[in-house]
């Protein structure tokens, strides 16, 4: 399955535009997830003054069959990154900011104080700016957790990515589902006030039954947002595409997300977790 279906076509995404917005990341040595996962919608985002920044380096230490993100030998976090994200989030005009990072079991707090110290920067360069990260499970550390949430961003996302049966096939050994659903839980429990929001990638070989029992799941730990999109293989190394999920097929998923109870859902072929996280943020205060 390497042609992609008709659906996936896209206008080539503006050049000038990209190479401006890449050309400021690189000069202050800043990650954006956009590049490291080779997401398809790069260009387009850009061009809506939309980015994801990647704290924490570029290195992960989990070794996910689905993810691009390079494995190797870790760096030591960049202590001016915060002030650098917060700086770049005023001169760009960013209206909502969106921090994610690698996964680094090998930080004693996985990297919680990062996240932290990068939304108070944010909050202090760019004040009118609504914030959203996207954190890693940190390997159950209650302690680190408290840190992120302390932090209060408006949006806390933590990704389950596939359903159960095929945790040890896509995910990490040390990933776990549980564990996911339960620090999205536990965000609830410490804010309630913060939305939470978690993904789903199709075409690994899940079921609808299946797909939809993650849903419930989700609902279950009163996960407010819901992203679901077609899974796309990164190389040959990578897990392969069982099958590509349908246009209407989404649709039929978001409907039936909505009628569990999620605040606000999008789901098409080429949303990511944090594509058009403004927008998706909006439909949930609106609910």
């Given at each position: 399955m390497n042609r992609l279906p008709r659906w996936f076509k896209q206008e080539l995404p503006d050049k000038g535009n990209q190479s401006f917005y890449l050309k400021i990341l690189r000069s202050l040595r800043l990650q954006t997830v956009c590049e490291g996962a080779y997401c398809p919608n790069l260009g387009k985002c850009f061009l809506k003054n939309s980015l994801t920044f990647m704290i924490l380096g570029n290195i992960c230490t989990r070794n996910c069959g689905f993810c691009a993100i390079e494995k190797g030998r870790l760096l030591e976090?960049?202590?001016?990154?915060s002030d650098k994200i917060g700086l770049v989030s005023t001169l760009l005009g960013l209206k909502y900011v969106i921090i994610t990072s690698v996964t680094r079991d090998d930080l004693p707090d996985g990297g919680a104080r990062q996240f932290y110290l990068t939304v108070k920067s944010i909050r202090q360069f760019n004040p009118a700016a609504k914030i959203e990260i996207l954190i890693p499970d940190?390997?159950?550390n209650f302690c680190a957790l408290e840190i992120v949430v302390k932090s209060r961003p408006e949006v806390i996302g933590h990704n389950i990515d596939t359903i159960p049966r095929l945790y040890k096939k896509v995910k990490d050994i040390n990933?776990?589902?549980?564990?996911?659903?339960d620090l999205l839980r536990r965000i609830k429990d410490i804010d309630d006030s913060i939305y939470t929001k978690s993904s789903l990638m199709l075409g690994l070989g899940e079921t609808k039954n299946e797909v939809i029992d993650a849903m419930r799941d989700l609902r279950a730990v009163n996960c407010d947002i819901l992203t679901i999109g077609q899974y796309l293989s990164p190389s040959a190394r990578h897990l392969k595409v069982e099958r590509f999920i349908l246009p209407?097929?989404?649709e039929d998923y978001k409907d039936i997300a909505l009628s569990l109870g999620f605040k606000a859902v999008y789901s098409s072929p080429l949303v990511r977790s944090s594509y058009r996280a403004g927008e998706v943020f909006e439909r949930c205060m609106m609910s």
């Open positions: 976090p960049d202590n001016q990154e940190f390997n159950d990933s776990n589902y549980k564990r996911s659903l209407e097929e989404f």
